[in-house]
């Protein structure tokens, strides 16, 4: 059985930081893409970074460049999403997914495994 398993998620005040981690169980995704996406109540899922499977390009949203890095670590099939300079507008619940592909896909139709969520909460 195939299962992503977020964790790192919390309560923050604005200008904190957090590292999301998210390991895959069940096979290999060593050779996929990987990315977190978040969902804010009322509003769409939306990706936040994306990495292809070598690590070799990564993607972020506008809205996060300069405050969030996505790395991963292949050998232990993790993916990891470091976020510094947390805003409130941050705050929503956040996914990890694979990629169909070994590279970047940028919505959540390229992607066929979910984690669960782990909810980011940021105050002012």
């Known amino acids: 059985q195939v299962q992503l398993v977020e964790s790192g998620g919390g309560l923050v005040q604005a200008g904190g930081s957090l590292r999301l981690s998210c390991v895959g169980s069940?096979?290999?995704?060593?050779?996929?893409?990987m990315a977190w996406f978040r969902q804010a109540p009322g509003k769409e899922r939306d990706i936040v970074a994306a990495i292809s499977w070598s690590g070799g390009r990564t993607y972020y949203a506008d809205s996060v460049k300069g405050r969030f890095t996505i790395s991963r670590d292949n050998g232990k099939n993790t993916v990891y999403l470091q976020m510094n300079s947390l805003k409130p507008e941050d705050t929503a619940v956040y996914y990890c997914?694979?990629?169909?592909?070994?590279?970047?896909?940028?919505?959540?139709?390229?992607?066929?495994?979910w984690g669960q969520g782990t909810q980011v909460t940021v105050s002012s």
């Open positions: 069940g096979r290999t995704f060593s050779g996929n893409g």
């Open positions: 997914a694979t990629d169909r592909s070994g590279g970047i896909s940028y919505t959540p139709m390229g992607y066929n495994y």
